[in-house]
Every structure is written in structure tokens, then in C-alpha cells.
């Protein structure tokens, strides 16, 4: 054999041996769980809900969790497993589908026989979608890690900024006697500390002025109601048939009295509650499901001291609702859900948003 054909072999023979030697880095470190759960010794940052989510919920060691879209990123699940003796991870996937969702509780479930207990968000503005939507808006999604194909993890063990960027500081704050463990999950994807986010009337209402009469009211047509009828049943219903030993603790979000003025304004207010009314009685049908709703609780949503826009509160108020959920308050029942209704719809339908409009609206509060 020639020089040159040896010299060829040695260099293709060298550089996979260096592939494989930077590959097996990433594949013992193993920074998004996708092999095996945490070593001791180093310390995890939770920082990337797609990529890491998976993982977390094939490899960690829970019996309840708590998933949703960023309305349950400010969960503690250390309340959660006070309040109900349980053992908990937190798997939020910031504007994330109901399928989204739905399809990693099923993982949950395929990978821990263990799990009894899901308290997830019904993202109130969610109820019409497709029952197949996925968020394609997002970026790219990470779906090596979420299939069984071991052929594109190549996307992952040979991804040299999950190498320089996470894996290799990871060993060299090990070597320099950072201690080890993992970011909490009443922190992780937490954004009540992000310097940016404020609360009150005018984090809220922006440079609002008024609310405007609706040029038309949006009817609840068969189409719309085709469309919550798949989304719910496949996306929340099925699954909670089909595992009666699971106890799902769903609510529907408790957005602010604000996002009804814009509905109103739009004319959709109403076809939102006829959409609910819909949604609640499918729900209705598992005796597994916990279904609560807290949009009647009045003193909560037009206090926009709680808000940071339209839609997400503080995290007090998702301190409140684990306490809620825990005593069963605002549950909804075959036998309470068409009063609450009547309720909601009383009061969203009649209330003068104009009177959001005053000059507190220029206060901006922040909580602590």
C-alpha cells in the first residue's frame, strides 16, 4: 500500500475516531435526557423546554405532573407535591397545542407506569383549533429527540454547539467544584423573574382608548363546533378513557377581563362561551377528569394588577389555583357546569369594558 493511501486510511481512521470520541461527550453527559436521566456529579441547566421536556418525562422519576403552555411555567411543583403527596415534574411547552400536549402526556404515560396524577391548563383560546395543529411558528423542532429513529440522533450526539456550548462547560465548572444537581422545577421556564415582565392596567390595555361596539356577533356555527368536538376528543377525552387510573386535573385558563373586552369588541365573546359549554360537557364524560374553570371568579380576573397582558398572570395566582384544585373549588360538575354558565355569560356579555379605560391604566405594578 502506497504512502499516500496509508496516509488517506490514517486520516479518515483519525478524524472518526476524534467524531466518535466528541459524540460519546455528548451522549454521556447527555444535557436534554435523551439517553438516561442526570449524572451525579454535574450540574443540569433546565433552559430549553422542547428539547429537554422529553427526556425529563421518559427519564425522570415522578408519579404527577404539571404541563402546559407558558400559563404553567410559573408552577411550583413543590406546592403541588406538598398539597398532594406526590413526587412532580413540571413540562411546560410555551404555546404549545392541545395535541402538543396531549402527545407527551401519552409519552408520560407509555414510559411511567407510575404516574396517577396530570394537572395541566386548557388554554381558553385553544378550544377552536384543528385537532392536528402543531406550532410551526416556533423555530425548529427538535423531533430526533422525540422519535425512535437512533439513525437522525446524529442531529444531536454530533451537534457542536450542544458540544462547546453545554456538554464541555458542564465537565469544566465539574472540574472546578461546582456543585452538582439541577435547576428546580418551581424555576425552571419560570418567567416572573424576567426583568421585563410588568403588571397592571396599563401592561395590559397598552394604548387602549376605548372598546368599540362589535360590527357583527360570530355565530356558533356546525363547523366551529366540528372543530372543538375533535380537538377535545382526541386531544384531551380519548386519553383520559383510555387511562382511568390517571387523575387529570385540567382547568380552563382564567384569562383577564380584558380579553373578554377584545372578544366582545370582536363579536366572539359569545361563541367563546357556547365553545366552552360544548368543550365542558365532552369533558364531562370521564369520571377521571377534574374539570375546573375559574372564569367566574370575578375578583381574580378584573384585578389586572394579576396580569401581565391580556392572558397570563402571576405567579400567585398559579399558587391560588393549586390550592383550588386541591380543596375543589370551582369544579365543574354534570350537575353545576350549565349554572356557571349562565353565570359567565351574564357577566361577560353585560360588563362595561369601557370602565377599564380610566387613568389608573397609566400605573404599572410589579410584584415580587
Known amino acids: 500500500m502506497s504512502n499516500s493511501k496509508k496516509w488517506v486510511i490514517t486520516t479518515i481512521a483519525l478524524g472518526l475516531a476524534i467524531l466518535i470520541a466528541l459524540s460519546a461527550v455528548i451522549v454521556t453527559v447527555d444535557p436534554y435526557f435523551h439517553y438516561h436521566k442526570p449524572l451525579e456529579g454535574l450540574y443540569y441547566e433546565l433552559n430549553n423546554e422542547r428539547s429537554q421536556n422529553d427526556g425529563i418525562i421518559k427519564h425522570f422519576d415522578y408519579d404527577a405532573m404539571i404541563i402546559g403552555t407558558s400559563m404553567a411555567e410559573n408552577f411550583k411543583t413543590s406546592e403541588l407535591d406538598e398539597l398532594f403527596g406526590v413526587n412532580s415534574i413540571k413540562v411546560p411547552f410555551a404555546g404549545g397545542t392541545y395535541k402538543e400536549l396531549n402527545d407527551n402526556i401519552a409519552t408520560a404515560i407509555q414510559y411511567n407506569p407510575d404516574l396517577k396524577m396530570v394537572v395541566r391548563p386548557l388554554d381558553y383560546a385553544y378550544l377552536m383549533d384543528e385537532a392536528d395543529r402543531i406550532r410551526d411558528d416556533l423555530g425548529s423542532y427538535p423531533d430526533y429527540l422525540y422519535d425512535n429513529n437512533p439513525f ?11 458540544l462547546f456550548s453545554i456538554c464541555l462547560p458542564m465537565l469544566e465548572d465539574a472540574s472546578a467544584g461546582t ?55 382526541q386531544n384531551v377525552v380519548e386519553l383520559a378513557q383510555a387511562n382511568p387510573d390517571v387523575q387529570f386535573y385540567y382547568y380552563l385558563t382564567p384569562y383577564s377581563i380584558a380579553w373578554w373586552g ?67 373549588t370551582d369544579q365543574l360538575t354534570l350537575e353545576n357546569y350549565q349554572e356557571y354558565i349562565s353565570v359567565e355569560r351574564e357577566f361577560y356579555t353585560t360588563y362595561d369594558y369601557d370602565t377599564l379605560i380610566t387613568p389608573t391604566s397609566l400605573n404599572i405594578s410589579s410584584r415580587d
Open 262 to 328: 377584545s372578544q366582545t369588541e370582536l363579536g366572539t365573546a359569545e361563541r367563546w362561551i357556547d365553545a366552552e359549554e360544548y368543550a365542558i360537557e365532552l369533558m364531562l364524560q370521564c369520571d377521571n377528569i377534574h374539570l375546573f374553570s375559574f372564569n367566574t371568579e370575578f375578583d381574580l380576573v378584573t384585578d389586572l394588577d394579576n396580569y401581565s397582558d391580556e392572558c397570563h398572570h402571576g405567579d400567585w395566582i398559579n399558587s391560588q389555583i393549586l390550592g383550588w384544585l386541591y380543596a375543589g
Open 152 to 162: 437522525n440522533d446524529v442531529n444531536y450526539i454530533f451537534n457542536k454547539e450542544i
Open 179 to 233: 456543585q452538582a444537581g439541577i435547576t428546580s422545577f418551581d424555576e425552571y421556564a419560570n418567567w416572573m423573574n424576567d426583568a421585563d415582565t410588568e403588571f397592571g392596567a396599563q401592561a395590559v390595555l397598552g394604548d387602549r382608548t376605548e372598546y368599540k361596539e362589535p360590527e357583527e356577533i360570530q355565530p356558533f356555527v356546525d363547523e366551529i363546533k366540528q372543530l372543538v368536538h375533535d380537538n377535545i376528543t
